[in-house]
Structures are given as C-alpha cells and as structure tokens.
Nanobody, 125 residues
Framework: QVQLVESGGGLVQAGGSLRLSCTAF????????MGWFRQAPGKEREFQAA????????NYADSVKGRFTISRDNFKNTLYLQMNSLKPEDTAIYYC??????????????????WGQGTQVTVSS
C-alpha cells in the first residue's frame, strides 16, 4: 500500500519558520514529480510548490515565492518544504502529493494521484 506521511507541522508565531517533511512508504517516488498543497477551512486546496524528480526544476505559488523552499532527498524517499517568514494567512493543513510524471509540475490538485493525510500548520499573530 502506497502511503505519503507528512510531519513537521505545528504552532508558530508570525515571522517564524517550520520545515515540513513527507516520507513515502510502499513505493519509491524518486522518479516522480512531487508537490505541496494547503487547505484552509472553507477554502479549496491550494498549490504551494512542486519539484521535478531530480530536484532541478521547481515551481512556486506567487504567495510563497521567496519564503518557502521545496526540496527532496531521493535516497530517503522524502520531500521537504522549508517555510520561513510565516504569516497568519499561511495557517492551513498542508498536504504532499505525488504525480505520475517526472518533470511536469502541475498546479491543479486534481492532476496529482498520490496524497498524504496532511499536517496542520498554525501561525499566530
């Protein structure tokens, strides 16, 4: 059974940092593009960042560009999201996702096949 398991969420003050991790179990994702999304209460799931299989290509939502950094360690089968300068509006459940392509970096959640269960990030003002 394929599982993506996120960790690293929590409560942080505005201006602080968190690093999210997403580890895959049941199969390797070293050949797959991966992404991070978030969903706040009452809102749709929103693209944050994506990364190609090699890590050479990344894509970010405008709202997080310069503050968030996506990376991956294929040996550990783990995806990361370093989040700096956090704002209260970053509060949401954060999800990692796996795509079937290795280099295509879509922004629509519907294009991703594999999903984790999410980790809560809360930023206090």
């Amino acid at each position: 059974q394929v599982q993506l398991v996120e960790s690293g969420g929590g409560l942080v003050q505005a201006g602080g940092s968190l690093r999210l991790s997403c580890t895959a179990f049941g199969r390797t994702f070293s050949a797959n593009a991966m992404g991070w999304f978030r969903q706040a209460p009452g809102k749709e799931r929103e693209f944050q960042a994506a990364i190609s299989w090699s890590g050479d290509t990344t894509n970010y939502a405008d709202s997080v560009k310069g503050r968030f950094t996506i990376s991956r360690d294929n040996f550990k089968n783990t995806l990361y999201l370093q989040m700096n300068s956090l704002k209260p509006e970053d509060t949401a459940i954060y999800y990692c996702a796996g795509h079937t392509s290795s280099t295509y970096l879509p922004r629509r959640a519907s294009e991703y096949l594999y999903w984790g269960q999410g980790t809560q990030v809360t930023v206090s003002s």
